[in-house]
């Protein structure tokens, strides 16, 4: 299982939700991305979304190891 989470860096560019819709969404209270749900099962699109955030807001973590998944 991996941990997505959002730093408060995320601008709300929107590249997450584009690349992985049914992991991101914007959240218009906080106006940034958040991952639905953050605990997940390891998924190509994830890693597509960390590497194409302009910010470099989105983190993955492996649950078993606590290690960090690069993209």
Do not use: Q, Y
Not at 18 to 38: K, Q, V
């Amino acid at each position: 299982m991996w941990r997505i989470t959002v730093s408060d860096k995320c601008i709300s560019s929107g590249s997450c939700v584009g690349l992985a819709p049914e992991r991101f969404e914007i959240d218009d209270f906080e106006g940034r991305s958040h991952p639905t749900p953050a605990d997940i099962d390891p998924d190509n699109a994830v890693l597509d979304a960390v590497a194409s955030c302009p910010m470099e807001a989105i983190t993955v973590v492996d649950l078993d190891t606590g290690e960090p998944i690069e993209a």
